[in-house]
């Protein structure tokens, strides 16, 4: 069934005349994404490079296309600002590619959000969702796919639809790293492994959905037969996941959590861990998923493997 | 982005909040005569303190009192000296070029105060502690509930009350409590304004007698790389000669590179998939040498610098190339390769990884290179790219 998105899900493009927008609109409709659209503001009534009418306003563009997606690729500084926009306008998925927003304006658009109880924010700074597409021919790069939909800018191919899955057998996949979630496809698709749906969640501090709320969502997905969840050092995000996995989760949770080898305190002032309250090394967590009973693998190169494991495929790696 | 201590004293004084004077001096003569106007206008007491951003000072050696023209001239002279070495700075220290010679005060007690983020909540909090002068870590570990905080709305601001509730539990009196109060308003404003990721006065203080002063003693302040934009008084800050080299050269090329102890060379995409590339090096013996991410839309040119300045290090022995291409395209990756090999070399081994994006067009383009690359091998998977990288570098040492 997939989560969030599926085949007939519509999409605009928040920023498409700028050259992300631009690039990976064509991308998304490569793969056969329902683009339905673009917004930027003072080019209304004109068409992008692929015959797509642009609005002004998302408000214009949900009334006369029916949208019900938004992809976002709006600068910085005017992003916060692009995703209270489509929130208002009665987007239900927004997700927000856009790197670098100020973590203040996040802070605003969180609180802000709680107004609009049926909008799901995705992101910011992450690689988008995807519900992956049958395959309909082309080989690597240049597969096709119908009934799909690729929000973002993963590469669309190395994913593999549950109907596509060898093994039968299909995962829901939810990261905090673009480039890892990529690997994470790709070993589980070279097993004959499928994906039902895949979620960069984003590498800000403060974004849209969690863990805990996705893991909720593919937990009651009759399709999805284990989650893979991808995390790393920060934050008590993945330990609190591994708890509610303890008490609510039906279904096989595999993690991998990047950053033992990370030298401490690069990132954060110090007074930023004491509130977790809990020890944020890659170790702690990793030990404290495991004690939750998730099966953590200690090697990048481990996800897949493990995932087939825990559902019963035997390798046969093509 | 870092301040250094005198820096964020300004910033605070400039926000209304009572700071000590002092001034910054970049030479010995500069400190005797700053310590001279001082201590001609009535101070008894001086602090040298160097203006490093590591912390550990005070146990180093580098934070020193002084009751006369001779201490400080001194004090002085060693810090300007000598590298600062502590738990933060690694074996081989930091160079001081930057010296704050600054009125010392009577204290009575010593209290901790921050604005930083509550990544649970995704907002920020007021945090105080009447444990000051001390490391917040160590009083988080021993005595957790002495760490009182206060949320901050992000819309509504931090209000009066709170500031109030907090002064009272930290056990202020009389006018103390509007003096502490007043202070956190003008600290949380000035987060808002300034977009800092941490505020934080360790310690605030008050002076001794019945008509005690709340004052902040030394300050530290970080700021959201992503809002400096907004701030160009703030960049102004920005202090270079603090930056790894290698790190500060990256950066002007888009690229995130952190430098490590190690002896192999990384070169990957996306900040999750180079720790892992880490990881996984670690896992199989190896020791990374660096953490480098150069992004989704990195150039030809940036990752032929990004090869430059991994070769540079010496310690690096061996070097993976841990590609998956998305928006990144791999032939990019095989063509800065092939030209990082002729303008600079690949004397040490060199594994390339590549999967994603045009990876048929990078196969091409190094199998017509690897004539002229013999050190180079080409791996499989992420699995088979670690155990290669691993047991080339080690069949070197």
Same mark, same amino acid.
């Given at each position: 069934?997939?989560?969030?998105?599926?085949?007939?899900?519509?999409?605009?493009?928040?920023?498409?005349?700028?050259?992300?927008?631009?690039?990976?609109?064509?991308?998304?409709?490569?793969?056969?994404?329902?683009?339905?659209?673009?917004?930027? /503001?003072?080019?209304? %009534?004109?068409?992008?490079?692929?015959?797509?009418?642009?609005?002004?306003?998302?408000?214009?563009?949900?009334?006369?296309?029916?949208?019900?997606?938004?992809?976002?690729?709006?600068? /910085?500084?005017?992003?916060?600002?692009?995703?209270?926009?489509?929130?208002?306008? %009665?987007?239900?998925?927004?997700?927000?590619?856009?790197?670098?927003?100020?973590?203040?304006?996040?802070?605003?658009?969180?609180?802000?959000?709680?107004?609009?109880?049926?909008?799901?924010?995705?992101? /910011?700074?992450?690689?988008?969702?995807?519900?992956?597409?049958?395959?309909?021919?082309?080989?690597?790069?240049?597969?096709?796919?119908?009934?799909?939909?690729?929000?973002?800018?993963?590469?669309?191919?190395?994913?593999?639809?549950?109907?596509?899955?060898?093994?039968?057998?299909?995962?829901?996949?939810?990261?905090?790293?673009?480039?890892?979630?990529?690997?994470?496809?790709?070993?589980?698709?070279?097993? %004959?492994?499928?994906?039902?749906?895949?979620?960069?969640?984003?590498?800000?501090?403060?974004?849209?959905?969690?863990?805990?709320?996705?893991?909720?969502?593919?937990?009651?997905?009759?399709?999805?037969?284990?989650?893979?969840?991808?995390?790393?050092?920060?934050?008590?995000?993945?330990?609190?996941?591994?708890?509610?996995?303890?008490?609510?989760?039906?279904?096989?949770?595999?993690?991998?959590?990047?950053?033992?080898?990370?030298?401490?305190?690069?990132?954060?002032?110090?007074?930023?861990?004491?509130?977790?309250?809990?020890?944020?090394?890659?170790?702690?967590?990793?030990?404290?998923?495991?004690?939750?009973?998730?099966?953590?693998?200690?090697?990048?190169?481990?996800?897949?493997?493990?995932?087939?494991?825990?559902?019963?495929?035997?390798?046969?790696?093509? | 982005?870092?301040?250094?201590?005198?820096?964020?004293?300004?910033?605070?004084?400039?926000?209304?909040? +009572? =700071?000590?004077?002092?001034?910054?001096?970049?030479?010995?003569?500069?400190?005797?005569?700053?310590?001279?106007?001082?201590?001609?206008?009535?101070?008894?007491?001086?602090?040298?303190?160097?203006?490093?951003?590591?912390?550990?000072?005070?146990?180093?050696?580098?934070?020193?009192?002084?009751?006369?023209?001779?201490?400080?001239?001194?004090?002085?002279?060693?810090?300007?000296?000598?590298?600062?070495?502590?738990?933060?700075?690694? +074996?081989?220290?930091?160079?001081?070029?930057? =010296?704050?010679?600054?009125?010392?005060?009577?204290?009575?007690?010593?209290?901790?105060?921050?604005?930083?983020? &509550?990544?649970?909540?995704?907002?920020?909090?007021?945090?105080?502690?009447?444990?000051?002068?001390?490391?917040?870590?160590?009083?988080?570990?021993?005595? +957790?509930?002495?760490?009182?905080?206060?949320?901050?709305?992000?819309?509504?601001?931090?209000?009066?009350?709170?500031?109030?509730?907090?002064?009272?539990?930290?056990?202020?009196?009389?006018?103390?409590?509007?003096?502490?109060?007043?202070?956190?308003?003008?600290?949380?404003?000035?987060?808002?304004?300034?977009?800092?990721?941490?505020?934080?006065?360790?310690?605030?203080?008050?002076?001794?007698?019945?008509?005690?002063?709340?004052?902040?003693?030394?300050?530290?302040?970080?700021?959201?790389?992503?809002?400096?934009?907004?701030?160009?008084?703030?960049?102004?800050?920005? &202090?270079?000669?603090?930056?790894?080299?290698?790190?500060?050269?990256?950066?002007?090329?888009?690229?995130?590179?952190?430098?490590?102890?190690?002896?192999?060379?990384?070169? =990957?995409?996306?900040?999750?998939?180079?720790?892992?590339?880490?990881?996984?090096?670690?896992?199989?013996?190896?020791? +990374?040498?660096?953490?480098?991410? =150069?992004?989704?839309?990195?150039?030809?040119?940036?990752?032929?610098?990004?090869?430059?300045?991994?070769?540079?290090?010496?310690?690096?022995?061996?070097?993976?190339?841990?590609?998956?291409?998305?928006?990144?395209?791999?032939?990019?990756?095989?063509?800065?390769?092939?030209?990082?090999?002729?303008?600079?070399?690949?004397?040490?081994?060199?594994?390339?990884?590549?999967?994603?994006?045009?990876?048929?067009?990078?196969?091409?383009?190094?199998?017509?290179?690897?004539?002229?690359?013999?050190?180079?091998?080409?791996?499989?998977?992420?699995?088979?790219?670690?155990?290669?990288?691993?047991?080339?570098?080690?069949?070197?040492?």
């Amino acid at each position: 069934m997939a989560i969030l998105i599926n085949g007939d899900t519509t999409v605009l493009c928040q920023g498409i005349t700028g050259s992300a927008g631009a690039f990976h609109t064509r991308g998304c409709l490569d793969y056969g994404t329902k683009m339905v659209g673009g917004v930027t /503001p003072g080019k209304g %009534g004109q068409k992008d490079t692929n015959g797509l009418p642009i609005f002004n306003t998302v408000t214009e563009g949900v009334k006369e296309t029916g949208a019900t997606a938004s992809m976002i690729f709006v600068p /910085p500084p005017f992003a916060a600002d692009s995703i209270l926009e489509a929130a208002d306008a %009665g987007i239900s998925v927004i997700c927000a590619i856009t790197e670098g927003i100020p973590t203040a304006d996040m802070m605003q658009v969180k609180e802000t959000l709680k107004k609009y109880p049926n909008a799901t924010l995705i992101g /910011p700074n992450c690689p988008g969702i995807i519900t992956p597409g049958k395959k309909t021919g082309g080989d690597g790069s240049s597969s096709t796919f119908e009934n799909g939909c690729k929000i973002g800018i993963m590469p669309g191919y190395i994913h593999t639809a549950p109907c596509d899955a060898d093994s039968g057998k299909s995962v829901g996949i939810i990261s905090r790293s673009g480039t890892l979630t990529y690997e994470a496809v790709w070993q589980t698709s070279s097993l %004959g492994i499928g994906q039902t749906t895949c979620i960069g969640i984003g590498g800000d501090p403060v974004k849209g959905e969690n863990f805990i709320e996705l893991l909720a969502r593919f937990n009651n997905d009759d399709e999805t037969d284990a989650v893979v969840m991808i995390g790393e050092i920060g934050g008590s995000d993945e330990t609190n996941a591994g708890i509610w996995v303890k008490e609510n989760m039906s279904k096989p949770v595999i993690s991998f959590i990047a950053g033992r080898t990370a030298p401490k305190g690069k990132r954060m002032g110090h007074a930023g861990a004491i509130i977790g309250g809990s020890d944020d090394t890659a170790i702690a967590k990793m030990e404290s998923l495991r004690s939750n009973g998730v099966l953590v693998s200690e090697s990048p190169a481990e996800i897949g493997t493990m995932t087939a494991e825990a559902l019963g495929v035997t390798a046969n790696a093509c | 982005m870092k301040i250094h201590e005198y820096q964020a004293r300004q910033l605070l004084a400039e926000a209304g909040i +009572p =700071v000590p004077g002092g001034t910054m001096v970049t030479s010995i003569s500069d400190a005797t005569n700053a310590a001279k106007t001082l201590l001609d206008g009535g101070a008894t007491l001086l602090v040298v303190k160097a203006q490093v951003h590591a912390g550990g000072r005070g146990k180093a050696g580098f934070v020193k009192l002084c009751r006369s023209l001779e201490e400080v001239t001194e004090a002085a002279t060693f810090m300007f000296n000598n590298p600062m070495v502590s738990v933060q700075t690694g +074996p081989e220290g930091l160079d001081v070029t930057k =010296v704050l010679i600054a009125d010392g005060v009577d204290i009575e007690s010593e209290f901790y105060l921050a604005i930083t983020m &509550d990544r649970a909540n995704g907002t920020n909090a007021l945090i105080a502690s009447s444990e000051g002068g001390v490391e917040i870590e160590t009083v988080a570990h021993e005595n +957790p509930d002495a760490i009182l905080t206060q949320r901050i709305d992000p819309l509504a601001g931090l209000q009066e009350y709170q500031a109030r509730q907090l002064a009272f539990d930290l056990g202020f009196t009389g006018s103390q409590v509007r003096q502490a109060s007043s202070i956190m308003m003008k600290l949380a404003k000035l987060v808002d304004e300034t977009d800092a990721s941490l505020a934080e006065i360790n310690p605030l203080i008050i002076t001794p007698g019945s008509d005690g002063q709340v004052m902040a003693i030394d300050a530290k302040f970080d700021f959201d790389d992503n809002a400096l934009f907004r701030h160009p008084n703030i960049k102004e800050m920005f &202090d270079p000669t603090e930056e790894n080299d290698s790190e500060l050269k990256a950066s002007e090329f888009g690229l995130n590179f952190i430098a490590l102890d190690g002896n192999i060379g990384c070169l =990957v995409n996306g900040a999750g998939l180079a720790m892992a590339t880490m990881d996984i090096i670690k896992l199989h013996g190896g020791s +990374p040498a660096n953490f480098l991410d =150069v992004g989704g839309a990195a150039t030809l040119e940036a990752v032929t610098e990004a090869f430059r300045i991994i070769l540079a290090d010496s310690k690096v022995e061996g070097v993976l190339v841990n590609i998956f291409g998305g928006i990144m395209k791999c032939d990019v990756i095989a063509e800065a390769i092939v030209s990082a090999a002729k303008e600079v070399g690949f004397t040490v081994p060199l594994v390339v990884r590549l999967e994603g994006t045009n990876v048929e067009a990078a196969r091409k383009i190094l199998k017509a290179a690897e004539m002229d690359i013999p050190t180079m091998q080409t791996a499989t998977d992420l699995e088979d790219a670690a155990a290669r990288v691993a047991s080339a570098v080690s069949a070197v040492c």
